[in-house]
């Protein structure tokens, strides 16, 4: 196993692609290769998908699922209980690799400009339960079955990657940024379920008249 903790978020990313089998992988073998950096790591990987426009088929739920539970491993402050069902779950290496090849040029990015700030909100046993309810609420909406609507997939992830790098990191300036993109969630949904309950009313009312 590589020394990961020695590596940047990109490095790591890079070094696990190119263990991938060309079989294809699962989940546990994916986070087993990640290592060290640990859960929010992980986290950060399964954001991937939804961010790039690259494809692995029916991860919605899955991912969004077990980022989840890393929330409520981060709330509780203990590694958390994943389900064998979904760490066994087959990924294609035709999909998988390129997934973290190209998510390997965005966390590059983030290596940047990523570092040790804001310590109020990255520090402290009540502050971190807090940031994991954050996490978990992201990773709900992330479940959401609405991933033919534009952004719906996109912001939720948002959410999950800012607030788990700046966990990952005590970059108080990506967890604000992780609160902003949930918010910003909360009402595009809001928004959504709004102009649904509209368009139900018009109809009914073109149906009776």
């Given at each position: ?31 087993a ?20 426009p ?6 919605s ?9 890393i ?23 035709e ?29 402290g ?81 073109l149906?009776?008249?």
């Amino acid at each position: 196993m590589f020394q990961d903790t020695e590596q940047s978020l990109a490095s790591t990313l890079l070094t696990a692609s190119t263990q991938i089998p060309t079989e294809g992988t699962t989940l546990r073998s994916l986070f087993a290769l990640i290592g060290e950096q640990g859960m929010l790591m992980f986290c950060m990987v399964l954001t991937i998908p939804f961010l790039l426009p690259v494809s692995i088929p029916g991860v919605s739920t899955v991912f969004g699922l077990l980022i989840t539970l890393i929330g409520v491993g981060v709330t509780l402050n203990r590694v958390p209980w994943l389900p064998r069902a979904l760490m066994d779950r087959h990924l294609n290496a035709e999909h998988l690799v390129p997934a973290l090849e190209r998510g390997a040029k965005l966390f590059a990015r983030f290596d940047r400009v990523i570092r040790p700030r804001w310590l109020a909100i990255t520090h402290g046993a009540t502050i971190n339960r807090v940031n994991g309810l954050a996490l978990v609420l992201a990773g709900l909406l992330l479940m959401a079955p609405l991933g033919f609507i534009p952004f719906s997939n996109t912001i939720p992830a948002l959410a999950c990657l800012f607030l788990a790098a700046g966990m990952l990191q005590r970059d108080g300036l990506f967890v604000l940024a992780g609160y902003l993109a949930l918010a910003g969630t909360l009402v595009y949904f809001g928004a959504l379920i709004v102009a649904a309950l509209v368009a139900g009313n018009s109809l009914r009312g073109l149906i009776r008249s």
